[in-house]
């Protein structure tokens, strides 16, 4: 089954530019209340995932815990321990469980790169359960 039955689409998703600060990011994911977002650049591509740790050590480790100092520092100077893998617009569904098995989320790009959205991986659970475990069941 395409993805698209799946996407959340980019207006519904919190995520983060390139140009943000690190301040800004902390009181967007702050805001939001998630652990881990996707980051586009300008145009509108996936650049990478930035996690709540990603943060945390970036402001202990190099910023000496002065929150006042992260108003001056581009997220883009944060070091990410890792990327979320994106996929493209026509993958299956079916071929995301592996990929989610790591990730709270997948994230999905265009042809062009251009993030269009996510598939959580509560919704590729779910899908899986109604569509393999459920019909056992009955």
């Avoid at 790591?102 to 899908?127: H, L, W």
Wanted: a neutral charge; aromatic letters at 10%; one cysteine or more.
């Amino acid at each position: 089954m395409n993805i698209l039955f799946f996407l959340t689409p980019k207006a519904e998703v919190a995520y983060l530019t390139d140009e943000m600060t690190l301040r800004q990011a902390l009181e967007k994911m702050e805001h939001h209340r998630y652990t881990c977002v996707p980051m586009l650049n300008r145009n509108g591509q996936y650049v990478g995932t930035v996690t709540e740790g990603d943060l945390l050590w970036a402001v202990k480790n190099q910023y000496n815990l002065n929150l006042k100092n992260a108003e001056d520092i581009s997220i883009l100077d944060v070091k990410r321990r890792r990327d979320y893998e994106p996929v493209n617009i026509n993958a299956r569904i079916e071929d995301m469980v592996f990929v989610a098995m790591g990730q709270n989320f997948v994230p999905v790009v265009d042809d062009r790169g251009a993030f269009i959205g996510i598939v959580t991986r509560k919704d590729i659970m779910r899908y899986c359960y109604d569509e393999y475990i459920q019909p056992k069941a009955r």
